[in-house]
C-alpha cells in the first residue's frame, strides 16, 4: 500500500512462491542481490510484453527496501506460446551490457572447474556423496570445455536474450535473465527435458529437425549440454546449506541414462548434418 499504492489486495501460496493478486492481475514480490544485474535486465526487457514486468514504486525506483533487503515488485504474464518456439527467437540487445554477459564460456567454465577443484580440498569428508562423485562431473565439465575449445570458440555467434537455467515458473522472470548465445537456452532446455523426465525420443527427433533447419549451431548446442550445471547448481545449495547432500542422488543414480541420452542425440545429429563426436559416449 505504502510504495505502490495497491489497496485490497489477498496473498497465497504456489510452488513455494508467495503470489499478490491486486484487481486482476498477479504479482511477485522478490528480494534482489545484485542491483546492477536487475538494472540491466530492467533495460533489455523494456520492450518486451512476454517478460514480466517491473513496477516501479512511489519514488519511481524499481528497487523497494523491506527490513534491509531489496526487492522488486513484478507483474506476471501469462503466456501461451510453445516455450521451444520462444526459445529459437533471437533479441537483438540494444542497451550497453557488462553485468549480465556471459558469452565467455571459457572462461567461466575453466574457473569453475578450477573453484570446485579447490574446494572440494577444504570440504572433503563432509559430505560423502560430494567426494564419491565430483571427479565423474569436472570430467565432464573439462570434456565440455575442450569440447567448446576445438569446435566452437571460433565461430560466428549471436548474442541474445537468454536465461540462467530453463524451468517451469521462471522463463519470464526478470530476476532468470542474462545474455548469451541462444545456443545456451536450447542446451539447457534439452537437459531440462532429460532431468524432469519429459524427453520423449519422437519429440527429440522433432527438436533437432527444428534446430538444423533453423539453422542454430549443434556443436555449440552438444558443448552446452556435456557442461553438468544441473550438478554444480545442486552441489552449490548442498554446500550453502540450501539442500540436503541426499538430493544428489537423483543425478547420481541416472548418469549412465543421461550418457545414453547424450549419445542418442549426438546420433541423431549426425544423421543431418557433421558433428563432432564424443567417443567416449558412443555405445
Not at 121 to 144: C, M, R, V
Not at 165 to 193: A, S, T
Not at 235 to 244: H, L, Q, T
Request: net charge positive.
Amino acid at each position: 500500500m505504502y510504495y505502490y499504492n495497491f489497496n485490497n489486495i489477498s496473498v497465497y501460496k504456489n510452488k513455494n512462491k508467495k503470489l499478490i493478486r491486486y484487481k486482476k492481475d498477479i504479482y511477485i514480490f522478490e528480494s534482489v542481490i545484485n542491483k546492477g544485474e536487475i538494472l540491466e535486465a530492467y533495460n533489455i526487457l523494456k520492450l518486451e510484453n512476454k517478460y514480466y514486468k517491473i513496477i516501479l514504486n512511489k519514488d519511481q525506483s524499481i528497487f523497494t527496501p523491506y527490513n534491509g533487503v531489496d526487492y522488486i515488485l513484478m507483474k506476471t504474464t501469462n503466456v501461451k506460446e510453445n516455450i521451444f518456439n520462444i526459445l529459437l527467437e533471437e533479441k537483438k540487445i540494444n542497451t550497453p551490457i557488462k553485468l549480465l554477459n556471459r558469452t565467455n564460456w571459457s572462461f567461466l567454465w575453466s574457473n569453475k572447474i578450477d573453484y570446485y577443484e579447490y574446494q572440494i580440498n577444504h570440504i572433503k569428508g563432509k559430505y560423502p556423496i560430494i567426494d564419491e562423485s565430483i571427479q565423474y562431473f569436472i570430467g565432464l565439465a573439462e570434456t565440455a570445455l575442450s569440447y567448446y575449445e576445438y569446435n566452437c570458440k571460433n565461430i560466428n555467434k549471436n548474442i541474445t536474450i537468454c536465461h540462467r537455467r530453463i524451468y517451469d515458473d521462471g522463463y519470464f522472470n526478470p530476476l532468470n535473465i542474462i545474455v548469451d548465445y541462444k545456443e545456451r537456452d536450447i542446451g539447457e532446455f534439452l537437459k531440462y527435458l532429460f532431468w524432469y523426465n519429459e524427453e520423449k525420443h519422437e519429440n527429440i527427433d522433432k527438436i533437432i529437425e527444428m534446430l538444423i533447419s533453423s539453422n542454430k549451431n549443434m556443436n555449440l548446442i552438444y558443448s552446452r549440454m556435456l557442461y553438468p550445471s544441473f550438478y554444480f547448481d545442486v552441489y552449490d545449495d548442498i554446500v550453502n546449506s540450501r539442500e540436503k547432500p541426499e538430493k544428489l542422488l537423483n543425478i547420481i543414480n541416472r548418469v549412465s541414462e543421461y550418457e545414453e541420452y547424450l549419445n542418442y542425440i549426438q546420433l541423431k545429429i549426425k544423421e543431418k548434418i557433421e558433428i563432432q563426436e564424443i567417443n567416449w559416449i558412443k555405445k
